[in-house]
């Protein structure tokens, strides 16, 4: 084993493999490993500037007593060993004479090390089981690597982050979790521990995280090397504006995208939608942002309007512009072989390629492929067709970014290969390329607030004005209680603007009393969260006959989706919660402006603000709006009332019963249909309930 200094980067190497050690920003620890004579040049997520530290190194010679052979005096074994510490601020590396890594904060205690269990002389896990902390096997006949990289696991240790998956809780300890992209699945592989430290696997290849009681173990099936990313603090806070300066903070939020945004599948035509909007404004409810979903367009893969059905946008967003709306516009990664576009984007290699059988990656509504968004000329040309099309005709700078995974069917990802490389080794970077091309060409056409609405993310997408929402999920309270974690663990893995479908997407039947009530709830949290948005398909969907345009078959749409469509008893109480928004919109935005300057996320949860209160670390149904706000979505059926966690150090007010309470106590409050129980922080004062 050969342990050397060169600048600021220790180097480990084995004759086999190199390992380079180094500080990367304040506080922080960058890992990388390879097995081959150079490193791989992709930073993948850690693409920004970080500050530049000198760490402190030192070299330190011991002589070394076998413990395996301690007692046997003819089997008395000496030698010398040279150990390694760099020390960057609150976070040290102690690197052992064979090359193991333990990580240890300011104070001197352990965070986390490598899991080794070899038959060593000097480890104190001294068995000979063979099981290497780091491992690239070579996979035959190709230059790619099995990867699989292992730590040990702590009994008292949480972990939160992750991004999102729809499970129930948001501790990942003893999670077993698949590093890829899905429908209301989005792998973002950046956690805090509840020991002071923050990880990130910066890798984008397919694989698993799997955080058991005996180790923690990552794994990537396809990989040019080992990359990771480590930062200590005193805070989650702390923990969170490091990573985030390394992987991007994210731009502030325009001030459309803090009200309330209308949505169903989906408004079929121009009247439809402005009908809309002018009942809307007629009943003076507050809206920023109306959707107009897919197959508006004349081709999957045309991206651009169906003249039929939107025979003049031009007057359609001038008049949802004069009524103080943004006017949304889908877009679909999913290019028609029909599609005006098809056989150039083709000739140029802009499509995402299969290894075998045809290249058809979905037949839902037609032959389509999925446009290759790791592609730097693919990327510019599917902005360039929605610019022609849509910025520089009607002036439409709101993309909604849809089937950004992408959504295969079926998932093989041993089967496709990008610009980039083989799925299995960048697959979950789609989401990123896909937003950077809207994001670039929009701030190349002037605009300097960019938001697009986006169904998947990846590390550093919130960089690229990235709104994420939890997918196609289902309308049952359940449903509602998994993506109370899922918003939660996506903000802790650095993904700011996060919202999800009111009411659920599928399943929802508007006339159903139990769904009415579920709506009531959801909607009344949606107001509580980074985005407002309402969206859903709405069972059941209309009886139409089957339509067809050039050949295109055309999607019918679900009911209505409006908040006067649910009864009158219902509308009094959904229209309640538009006004609060708005009323809330100056804390939103100061909120929107931390996010952007210090990364701190905008919902999460409450230890983020009260470490201390040990407490905290295990409550999983309230979470933190902003600094001042705590929110208790109601999320069973039939409930009136709510049993709340009130975190120490403070005193809290009820926002509707105007009761205060002492904080490092639970309480037990009135929650009738028509409220959300919000606690407002001592020294805080907000209109939430008239």
Not at 30 to 54: H, I
Not at 277 to 292: Q, S, W, Y
Not at 430 to 436: E, L, V
Not at 649 to 661: E, F, I, L, N, S
Request: charged share 25%; aromatic share 14%.
């Amino acid at each position: 084993m050969h342990i050397y200094q060169e600048n600021n980067r220790i180097i480990i190497g084995d004759g086999k493999s190199s390992v380079w050690v180094e500080p990367w920003g304040k506080n922080s620890i960058r890992v990388r490993m390879t097995a081959v004579p150079q490193m791989d040049d992709n930073d993948w997520a850690l693409t920004e500037p970080v500050e530049e530290v000198t760490p402190q190194i030192t070299f330190e010679t011991k002589d070394v007593t076998d413990p395996w052979y301690q007692g046997e005096e003819w089997a008395k074994y000496h030698r010398t060993g040279t150990f390694v510490t760099l020390v960057n601020g609150k976070i040290t590396v102690k690197i052992s004479d064979e090359g193991w890594l333990s990580f240890y904060n300011q104070k001197g205690e352990l965070l986390t090390e490598e899991y080794w269990r070899n038959r060593n002389r000097i480890n104190r896990y001294c068995v000979p089981l063979r099981v290497d902390a780091r491992e690239l096997k070579p996979v035959p006949g190709g230059t790619d690597f099995e990867l699989t990289a292992r730590f040990e696991a702590f009994d008292d240790e949480m972990i939160f982050g992750m991004g999102q998956y729809q499970e129930k809780h948001m501790n990942k300890k003893g999670a077993i979790l698949e590093l890829a992209h899905r429908n209301s699945q989005a792998s973002v592989p950046f956690y805090v521990s509840s020991r002071g430290y923050g990880f990130f696997w910066n890798n984008p290849a397919i694989g698993t995280a799997t955080f058991g009681t005996n180790k923690t173990e990552w794994y990537a099936k396809r990989t040019k090397k080992l990359d990771y990313f480590i930062t200590a603090g005193d805070t989650p806070a702390e923990i969170e504006s490091q990573y985030s300066l390394a992987t991007g903070r994210t731009p502030m939020m325009p001030e459309y995208g803090m009200g309330y945004w209308q949505c169903k599948l989906r408004y079929r035509n121009q009247e439809e939608l402005l009908a809309v909007a002018r009942e809307h404004k007629r009943r003076g409810l507050p809206m920023d942002a109306i959707v107009i979903d897919f197959f508006h367009w004349t081709m999957q893969g045309d991206f651009k309007f169906e003249p039929l059905d939107w025979p003049d946008p031009e007057a359609m967003v001038k008049e949802l512009k004069e009524l103080g709306i943004e006017t949304v516009v889908s877009v679909w990664p999913t290019i028609d072989e029909r599609s005006e576009n098809f056989g150039k984007m083709a000739d140029m290699g802009y499509l995402v390629n299969a290894d075998r059988g045809n290249q058809n990656h979905m037949t839902w509504m037609g032959n389509t492929v999925f446009y290759d968004a790791t592609h730097p000329g693919a990327q510019q040309f599917v902005w360039n067709r929605c610019k022609e099309n849509y910025y520089d005709k009607y002036g439409i700078r709101c993309f909604w970014l849809d089937e950004a995974e992408p959504e295969y069917g079926p998932y093989d990802f041993d089967n496709y290969r990008y610009y980039a490389g083989p799925a299995l080794q960048c697959s979950n970077v789609y989401p990123i390329g896909y937003a950077k091309g809207f994001y670039d060409g929009l701030r190349a056409a002037g605009e300097k607030d960019v938001l697009s609405l986006v169904r998947c993310a990846w590390a550093g997408s919130q960089k690229y004005g990235v709104l994420t929402w939890s997918g196609d999920i289902y309308s049952s309270f359940r449903s509602m209680q998994e993506q109370l974690q899922a918003g939660l663990s996506m903000s802790m893995a650095g993904i700011p603007w996060w919202t999800s479908d009111i009411g659920g997407f599928l399943g929802g039947n508007i006339a159903d009393k139990d769904f009415q009530e579920l709506l009531l709830r959801w909607f009344a949290w949606g107001a509580f969260c980074p985005v407002f948005r309402m969206h859903g398909e709405r069972s059941p969907w209309y009886e139409r006959e089957q339509e067809f345009r050039n050949g295109v078959r055309q999607l019918t749409s679900g009911q209505d989706n409006e908040v006067w469509s649910f009864g009158e008893e219902n509308y009094q109480i959904l229209s309640k919660y538009l006004f609060i928004r708005e009323r809330l919109r100056p804390y939103i935005r100061e909120c929107m402006q931390a996010a952007s300057e210090t990364g701190a996320p905008v919902m999460r949860p409450l230890f983020y603000d009260f470490p201390e209160d040990k407490a905290c670390w295990a409550v999983e149904d309230s979470y933190m709006f902003g600094p001042d706000l705590l929110v208790s979505p109601v999320m069973e059926a039939g409930a009136d009332s709510r049993r709340i966690y009130l975190p120490a150090g403070t005193r809290w007010t009820d926002a509707y019963t105007k009761q205060v309470y002492e904080g490092g106590q639970w309480v037990t409050v009135p929650a009738p249909i028509d409220i959300i129980p919000v606690m407002v922080r001592e020294g805080k004062e907000y209109q939430i309930y008239e």
